[in-house]
């Protein structure tokens, strides 16, 4: 079983429409989890973090659902620059700053 | 500008061939990785480095090698590449004692033939 997962999509949305994505994963013990937006095989930039109290930037907001073991991103008021694909990363353990799990992608095309 | 470069950024060659692709950050980081992004499997790492030094495996190390001589750079070494290492290589860099951000480098296709 992956560590994490992704429905890989694609998403087509029209401008202005919320769009929301889930990612699941595997390890209960996780404790730090982010999304990463990748641009058509450019490097991941991070986008956000997810707390346990979940969290929103702008349009963007994340949300953490422990018990089910699933973050999510809702994208309200979608834009045609925020075509990319989104990956979910968690990381295990807090302290140990080496592993990260990424899920495979979830792509996002906004249309006119 | 704080930031991570590889070089290079496109490389074929063929089997069997050794080849090394650099990664150096100026942000003083002591966290770097090295991660193969492959399509459906997502990116998985295959080395990373704590500190000078200090390196260990990651998921997928099989056919690589590392090194950490210095703070700012860690080389990828492919000493036999075949096919299958065929993708799309990303480094990695980060802080130990703070936010879990990991700052990428531009990416590195690689194609073996």
């Known amino acids: 079983r992956k560590e994490v997962e992704q429905d890989p999509g694609p998403f087509n949305v029209p401008e202005g429409a919320t769009v929301a994505f889930n990612c699941t994963y595997s390890n209960s013990a996780s404790q730090s989890f ?32 422990r018990a089910s073991q699933y973050i999510s991103l809702l994208i309200r008021d979608s834009k045609l620059s925020d075509s990319a694909t989104y990956l979910c990363v968690v990381k295990p353990l807090i302290y140990n700053f080496n592993k990260f799990y990424f899920g495979s992608g979830t792509k996002l095309n906004v249309k006119p | 500008e704080a930031q991570v470069t590889q070089n290079p950024r496109y490389l074929i060659t063929v089997t069997g061939k050794k080849l090394t692709v650099t990664c150096s ?9 090295w991660y193969r992004q492959d399509p459906g499997l997502g990116l998985r790492q295959i080395y990373y ?18 090194s950490r001589k210095e703070k700012r750079n860690f080389p990828l070494i492919l000493e036999s590449p075949s096919p299958n290492q065929t993708s799309l290589y990303f480094c990695a860099s980060g802080w130990t004692g703070g936010p879990d951000t990991q700052y990428f480098g531009p990416g590195t296709r690689l194609t073996v033939l």
């Open chain 2, 25 to 33: 950050q100026n942000m003083n980081h002591e966290y770097m990785s």
């Open chain 1, 34 to 65: 982010f999304w990463y937006r990748q641009d058509c095989r450019k490097e991941p930039k991070l986008l956000m973090s997810v707390y346990s109290s979940g969290n929103e930037d702008g349009r963007f907001t994340a949300q953490l659902n």
């Open chain 2, 49 to 66: 480095s704590m500190n000078v030094e200090v390196t260990d495996k990651g998921d997928v190390p099989e056919g690589y090698k590392v």
